[in-house]
C-alpha cells in the first residue's frame, strides 16, 4: 500500500501562485510514476500532469502547460506541483495519485493509488 497525502491548496487571485505537495509513505512509495489530476464541481476528474519515477520526464496538459510544472523530491518522498499565472478556470480539488512504475500515464484507470484531494480556488 502507498499512502498520498496532499497539501498546499487554498484561495489565490488569478495571475497568482500555489505549490501543492504530495507526501507518500508506504511500501516502496518511491517506485512509481505519480501524476495530478483535477476534478472541479460538476466536472470529471481530469489529468493536469505527470513525472517518471526518476523525474526526468515530465507530461501536462494542454490547459496547464507553461503555467504548472511537477517535480518530486525522491529523498524525501514528495512531489510538486508548481502552478503560477493561475486562472479561475483551475479552481478544482487536486489529487496526486501513484501511476506505472516503468512508463508516464494520463488516465485515471493506470493509477492504483490517490490521496484525499487539496482544494485550490482562484479568484478573478
Known amino acids: 500500500q502507498v499512502q498520498l497525502v496532499e497539501s498546499g491548496g487554498g484561495l489565490v487571485q488569478a495571475g497568482g501562485s500555489l505549490r501543492l505537495s504530495c507526501a507518500a509513505s508506504?511500501?516502496?512509495?518511491?517506485?512509481?510514476?505519480m501524476g495530478w489530476f483535477r476534478q472541479a464541481p460538476g466536472k470529471e476528474r481530469e489529468f493536469v500532469a505527470a513525472?517518471?519515477?526518476?523525474?526526468?520526464?515530465?507530461y501536462y496538459a494542454d490547459s496547464v502547460k507553461g503555467r504548472f510544472t511537477i517535480s518530486r523530491d525522491n529523498a524525501k518522498n514528495i512531489v510538486f506541483l508548481q502552478m503560477d499565472s493561475l486562472k479561475p478556470e483551475d479552481t478544482a480539488v487536486y489529487y496526486c495519485?501513484?501511476?506505472?512504475?516503468?512508463?508516464?500515464?494520463?488516465?485515471?484507470?493506470?493509477?492504483?493509488?490517490w490521496g484525499q484531494g487539496t482544494q485550490v480556488t482562484v479568484s478573478s
Open positions: 495519485a501513484a501511476g506505472p512504475r516503468f512508463r508516464l500515464a494520463t488516465t485515471r484507470h493506470e493509477y492504483n493509488y
Open positions: 508506504g511500501r516502496t512509495s518511491g517506485a512509481y510514476s
Open positions: 513525472i517518471t519515477r526518476s523525474g526526468s520526464t515530465t
